[in-house]
Nanobody
């Protein structure tokens, strides 16, 4: 079992930046692929970014390429999402996730989510 806890959400103006962090705990939690998803108001949850166990491979949704960067620290057992040039359409609850496999399709474990609100 893996437990995931997000931090770093908040309110930011359009064009600003935020950094989300996810701390994992539990058995072998630093050995899994990690990801971020989000759910905007009235929409389905969608994939944002993923990173392989080694950190050498990453994948991004088209709508965040060039603006968001996913990273991980296996010693600290964390993975982060650095977000730049935020737009009101980025407003959503952001969830971190983990799975034994990469690429991640349906994560085995989820965090509780952290709210990101981008004002225009």
């Amino acid at each position: 079992q893996v437990q995931l806890v997000e931090s770093g959400g908040g309110l930011v103006q359009a064009g600003g930046s935020l950094r989300l962090s996810c701390t994992a705990s539990g058995r072998a939690s630093n050995a899994y692929a990690k990801a971020w998803f989000r759910r905007a108001p009235g929409k389905e949850r969608e994939f944002v970014a993923a990173i392989s166990t080694s950190g050498l491979n990453t994948d991004y949704a088209d709508f965040v390429k060039g603006r968001f960067t996913i990273s991980r620290d296996n010693h600290q057992n964390t993975h982060d999402l650095q977000m730049h040039k935020l737009e009101p359409s980025d407003t959503a609850v952001y969830y971190c996730a983990a799975d034994p496999r990469y690429p991640i399709e349906t994560p085995a474990w989820w965090g509780q989510g952290t709210q990101v609100t981008v004002s225009s």
